[in-house]
Every structure is written in C-alpha cells, then in structure tokens.
C-alpha cells in the first residue's frame, strides 16, 4: 500500500497494512507511520497489491473515521502536481482545509435536557423541581446552558430530575453556523428575459446530455444583466437533477449580500438544501463543520474562494466560476494553481458543465471561445431596460494648468457629487492605493524614501505617522528633513495621493457629507466589511472610498455617481497585463453605479485620457478592447497566443542568485530540445528585484505544450543542483510577472 506523507519530501513510500486495518483503510484514509525514528501524518493515495520494496514498514493506525479526500479530489490532486509542477503531498494539502486534515477542531459539542414520555405515575417533586420539570415539558428540548440561564438554576438540579426519570441529558453536535446571527428570507426564482433565458436553456440542456460535446460555457454579461439569476435557475436545475455544484467567487466578492443571495434561494422550498460557505475568514471551526456538512452530502451547493474548488462534492453537476478573469483565483504559493483552470479539468473529469460568468472575460478565455474551445453566451443589455452608466473620462493635463498643481479633485467630479449628495443618492470614490501618499521625496537631491527590504519606495501613513512598505510591512518614524548627509533639506515633501489624504480632503471639501474610508488599514476585525457595507446599504453613510475592494459584486441601488480619482495607477504596473487589469478595473468599477432606478455617471480622471484601456471601457465595449489587445499580444508572442512559465530564483547573495538563474537558462537551453516553439527568454531582473530581502531573477518560457513542458521541467529540475540558499519556483501560466 502507498502512502504520502505529509512533510514535502517530493515521494510517496509503501507501507504493509496489517490484516486488522485492511477493511478502514482506503484511498483517501490518513494513517499514522513510522517515518526513521520518528511518526508521521499522511494520506494513502494509492493502494497496491505487492511493492518493489522486500522490507516494509507497517501502518501505526488509521485516524479518523472515512476517508477524507474522495478518489475524484485525489486523482485532481494528482493532476494538479503534474500540471504545475509541485509535490504530490503539496497538492494534497491544498485539497484539504488545515481544520479538517488536522482534526484539531472537532465538533462542537453541546448538552441538551430533554424531556422523556411519562407513563404511570408521576414521581414526587419539591416545588422547584415541578417548576423546572413543567418548563422542560413545554419546551420538550433545549441547550442545558440556557436552561440554566433562563431558570437561574444548577446543573446538580437538573441532574436530579434525570434520576428520577423525567428528563436525559445528552451531548450533541452542535454545528458552528457562521449566518447563525442572520435572517433570510427566502426568495422564489425571477421570470427570465430573452438573453438569459436563452443562456439557461443552453446550460441546462448540456447538463443533460451526457454526450454533449461543449461542456464549458463563457457567460458574457454586462454588470447587472442578471448573470447570478442564470446561476440560480441553473443549480436548481442541477439539484433537480440530484447532483450538486461548487460557486466560485473571488474572496474580495464574498461579501454576506452574495452569500445570502444563493442561501435566500435554497433555504426553502421542496429543493431545501444547506448551503455550504468555504472561504479564509471563516474560523478553523467553522470550516471544519462547513466541510463536513458537504462531504456528508446534507450541504450540496458550496460557494467559496479558490480552495472551494477542491470542496468534496458528489456527485458533482456544476461548476460555476464568478468573475473568471480575477487574477486573485491564481495561488502565489505552491501549488500555484488558477481555481478555474482547476474547476475546468475537475468538471471534465467528473462529467459536470462549467459557467464562467463576468462582463470582463480574460483574454485567454475569450479567446477560447472564438476558437470554439468553450461556447460564448452574450447577455449584452441590463436586466429592466437599465442603461449602463453614462462614463465621462476627464483629462487631469487640463484640470492641472486650470489650478496651480494638480487638484484631487476634478471640477467636474466635485460638481458631480455635490449634485448627487443634494438630492440624497450615494456616491461610491475608489482609489487603488492606500496610506495618506505614496512616497517621500525630496525636490532638491531627489532621494525618495525607500525600504530597507524591498526596491519599492515606502508610503506614508499620516494617523498613525509612520512610512510603511506595502510588500514587507517594514515601518519606521518620519524624518523632519532630508536624510542624506550632504542635503539635509527641510523641503521633503509627499508625492502621490493614497486613500488616507483623499478622506481628508473629502471632509474639506463636503463637511455635511458622511464619509467613509474602506481599505485594509481601516478594516481590523472580520466584522467590519460586513458592518459598513450594511450601514452603507441602509443609507447612514453618503461617501464610500475605498482600494479595489469595493470594486467587484456589490449592488447598492441607490449609488448613482461612481468616481474613479486616479485610473492610470494599473495602467502603469510594468506587467504585459496591464491594459487588461485596467480595462477590467475600469469597467467592473463603473458597474457600480446606477444599479437603481436612476441613471448612474462615472467620472475617470485619468492623465492619459485617451489610453485604449480607458477608451473602451467607456464605450462599454469588450470585443473592441479585445481586438486591439489580442493583436498586441500576438505581435509580442504573449498569453493567450501562447502559453507562459515563469521561473523565478531567490536568494539573500545577489551574484548567486543571477548564476543560478543563467545556470538554469542555460539547462533548460541544451536540454529540452523537442519541444516545438519553446521559446526562453531571460534572465532578468524581477520588477521587484529585492522584497523583504530576497534578490529575485527571472527566466521565462513560453510554449504551446504547457503539459509537456511542467514534465519535461520536473525531470530535469530533478536531476540539477542549485547552490545552497537559492531557491527556484516554477509557476505555470502565472497572473504576475
Ligand atoms: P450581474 O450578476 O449580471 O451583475 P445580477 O444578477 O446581480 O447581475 O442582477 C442585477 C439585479 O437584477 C438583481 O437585483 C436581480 O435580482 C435583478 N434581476 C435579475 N434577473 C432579472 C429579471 N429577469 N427580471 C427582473 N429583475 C432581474
Ligand atoms: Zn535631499
Ligand atoms: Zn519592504
């Protein structure tokens, strides 16, 4: 039998299995076994008759009940090591949350008295006995600490109307319900348009024809075309089925209002069914109980971030993934794997039918759907007639000569919210970058403030009066004046606007109006994205600012003015993506507004007005930016015209690192010679050459083979040895270079 042990050690090992574990352990099991002197943890992930090994070691015990990881979770697993190049065990851990593989937090277990039929006689009681006795009667169960509470009694007393028969007094599993506090009302399904009834009928008709021959469909909505109510229809229809679906949903969008929209749905009715939540802010325990709730079956949507993706449903009939193009479905750590790459294999692997909804599709996905790979569904207009926002792009070149400096404020947005404040709506301002600016410079010698760690220069936060690196999280004092020896000029000053200064200026500029800032400085406890998007829904607050989290899948009726202050900051990330993260920045942004019964305005202020990435997200047009990007991908040999890796080295010793990064081109030169098309290009220096101190070079390939370029890298990989200190990470189709 084979095992794969926890610790990344890049094998798997046989052990025997002694006759009395034969019958518990399985594919899937985790066991405990000898490992040199010492005891591990690990899965069995395959089970084999006889092994090449003469001497085997046996299994200590098998832990746990039924095997956690179901054989179609394993078999991804396996996949997934293969495509991008990590260990099995690696792959393994990804597949199951560290509450559930560790077993720390069980259930949580919880008394409860309950009243036992009587028959005969009643016995004898004092007087507070029958008081006790008549409350329970009447309540036939309940939690014995509330009990207690409600009564203002002792456990002692109860434990004597147990001996006399009356009541017993159990533990239970109480499930850990993170929506305990919440209600929901339940919500009957909407009567579709012509678009998405359309959609619908072509996904459900592919769920039930198992020959159907394109599984993988891209729903192009427009934000607010009620793409999230073709989902709906589209479980139902699954569930109907008697099969269950996996909804991915970037963290950032896994906001309570989406949560509830899918719960509101299959709370009730003859289709009841749990709805299972998997995501990072949930408690070890929480995720524990969520888990189990869906491997057991009783929970048979889940709806989660990435690692959902791996979610132990089955049989599995749908997999929808929210947002495809969100970049934050790709793991910057090993397994390096993008969720909907992943939930795309596990589908065809296990017969269910992929939705890849959004307004904005990544490139390599639309481009898959005009070469026919995936079919396209176009839902091109808003649910109701709603007209999509009416976009103005103003030119800050123009606003910047009008007053002295640049104002953070454009005439034209000031007015603008001004007006929408008057008549009582609410305005949404977003600015990518926070802090109070985003650097300290000096105008006479040009020092700027930097991190001691990293190559990026250090933004200064004003409440709490410190400069801090965003990447490392180095902070340190103010200095009153330039720190270089021979300068010492008093005249430092701050460049750049972070969302700290915007809220100051904000309060100057409208006093009545009640602001607040949304960013991850202000957010500290895990309740308070959820409090202030409810106070914002109920009106209390007037101005929203926040980064790019309060960009994505929020539905706010009454928002009719959304302004985006700075919208060239993506556009000027050194990364081949860059038009695209804007385009999609922008477009998604703008979605926010007019949601409601009143027309919505977007004011982009932007210092390169006429920017394509601005120009089309405009004109709301997606296939127009499209065009002219793919075109400029192809000139230049990128995704989606072909298929990336990056290799990156990292080490503390600069010339180490670089050698070992011209060592590996060069292996990789002499020997991986049959691949067609490979092309190698580096190594260079990472855009961010140093962060929290490691020196990082760059080599990066590109093919149209990826499966057999990840092989053909293992082994070789392998076989080289790199010095000591340098480490190398593989990252397959990566989102950032
Ligand atoms: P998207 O996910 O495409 O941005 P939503 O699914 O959030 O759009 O839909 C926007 C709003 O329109 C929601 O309040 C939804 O309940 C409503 N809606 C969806 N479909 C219909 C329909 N066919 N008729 C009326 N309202 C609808
Ligand atoms: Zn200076
Ligand atoms: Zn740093």
């Known amino acids: 039998m084979r095992v794969t042990l926890e610790i990344a050690v890049g094998k798997e090992f046989d052990y025997r299995v002694p006759d009395a574990m034969r019958d518990s352990v399985e594919v899937g099991s985790r066991v405990k076994v000898p490992f040199g002197p010492r005891q591990m943890m690990g899965v069995v992930t395959d089970v084999v008759e006889s092994s090449s090994f003469k001497k085997l070691k046996e299994i200590l015990s098998v832990v746990g009940q039924k095997s956690l990881v179901t ?28 509450s ?46 509330e009990l207690l509470r409600e009564m203002n009694t002792t456990a002692d007393t109860i434990r004597r109307l147990e001996d006399k028969g009356l009541v017993t007094i159990t533990s239970e599993v109480m499930e850990r319900d993170p929506f305990a506090n919440e209600t929901i009302l339940p919500t009957k399904k909407i009567v579709l348009n012509e678009g998405q009834q359309v959609a619908l009928d072509r996904i459900t008709s592919a769920c039930d024809d198992p020959e159907e021959s394109k599984r993988v469909f891209l729903l192009h909505g427009v934000t607010g075309s009620g793409k999230t109510e073709v989902y709906l229809q589209a479980i139902e229809h699954t569930l109907k089925q008697g099969k269950g679906a996996i909804v991915l949903v970037p963290e950032i969008s896994l906001t309570p209002q989406t949560v509830e929209r899918f719960k509101a749905r299959f709370s009730d009715g003859p289709l009841r069914t749990l709805v299972a939540v998997l995501h990072s802010h949930l408690s070890a325990g929480e995720k524990h109980d969520e888990w189990h709730k869906i491997r057991q079956g009783r929970a048979r949507i889940v709806i989660g971030a990435r690692s959902a993706v ?51 599709p990544a490139m390599e996905t639309y481009y898959n759907a005009l070469r026919g790979k995936y079919e396209l569904l176009d839902m091109p207009t808003r649910v109701d007639t709603k007209t999509l926002p009416l976009v103005r792009v103003v030119d800050m070149r123009m606003e910047a000569r009008k007053e002295k400096g640049v104002p953070i404020f454009s005439l034209k947005l000031k007015e603008g919210i001004l007006a929408r404040l008057e008549k009582g709506e609410q305005v949404m301002l977003f600015l990518n970058r926070r802090g109070y600016s985003a650097s300290l410079q000096c105008p006479l010698c040009g020092f700027v403030a930097g991190c001691p760690n990293c190559s990026v220069s250090l933004t200064y936060h004003r409440k709490v009066k410190q400069l801090r690196c965003h990447i490392c999280g180095h902070s340190e004092g103010v200095p009153n004046a330039c720190p270089e020896e021979s300068c010492r000029s008093p005249q430092i000053r701050y460049a750049g606007i972070g969302t700290e200064r915007v809220e100051e200026t904000l309060g100057k500029l409208f006093p009545k109006a009640r602001v607040t800032r949304m960013d991850s400085d202000t957010l500290k406890k895990k309740e308070d994205f959820r409090r202030i998007l409810s106070e914002f829904r109920l009106g209390k607050i007037d101005i929203l600012l926040g980064t790019q989290m309060i960009a994505k899948g929020l ?42 019964d009143v027309e919505g305005e977007v004011f982009v202020q932007s210092f390169t007005p006429f920017h394509p990435a601005i120009q089309y997200a405009r004109r709301h047009d997606y296939v127009g930016f499209y065009e002219q990007e793919v075109e400029f991908r192809q000139e230049l040999g990128y995704p989606p015209i072909m298929r990336m890796c990056g290799l990156t080295l990292r080490g503390r010793n600069e010339d180490r690192t670089r050698m070992a990064a011209e060592y590996v081109m060069k292996e990789i030169e002499t020997k991986i010679t049959d691949l067609k098309g490979l092309s190698i290009s580096g190594p260079a220096e990472a855009t961010l050459l140093r962060a929290e101190n490691f020196f990082r070079y760059q080599v990066v390939l590109r093919s149209n083979q990826m499966a057999a370029l990840g092989q053909r ?13 340098v480490q190398l990470i593989i990252d397959i189709d990566p989102a950032n270079l």
Not at 566 to 573: C, K, N, Q, V
């Open 71 to 98: 054989p179609n979770v394993l078999s991804l697993a396996r996949w997934m090591a293969g495509y991008y190049c990590c260990p099995v065990e690696t792959a393994l851990k990804s597949v199951l949350p560290d």
């Open 100 to 145: 559930v593989r560790k077993e720390k937090e069980g259930w949580k277990e919880r008394l409860f008295v309950r009243a036992l039929a009587q028959t005969g006689e009643a016995p004898e009681l004092s007087k507070r006995q029958s008081e006790l006795w008549r409350v329970i009667e009447e309540w036939r169960e309940i939690p014995l600490q």
């Open 310 to 360: 791996f979610a132990p449903v089955d049989p599995l009939g749908l997999v929808i993934v929210d947002e495809e193009h969100e970049y934050s479905y790709k793991q910057e750590e090993s397994p390096r794997y993008h969720a909907r790459d992943v939930g795309i294999v596990r589908a065809q692997r296990e017969g269910a039918v992929v939705v890849l909804g959004t307004a904005t």
């Open 555 to 596: 539905h706010f009726p009454n928002v009719t003015l959304v302004g985006i202050i700075y919208a060239d900051l993506s556009l000027h990330i050194p990364d081949f993506r860059a038009g695209e993260r804007t385009f999609q920045l922008l477009t998604q942004v703008a979605g926010r507004a007019g949601r409601g």
């Open 713 to 725: 890298l293992t082994r070789l990989f392998a076989s080289i040895e790199l010095p000591d200190e």
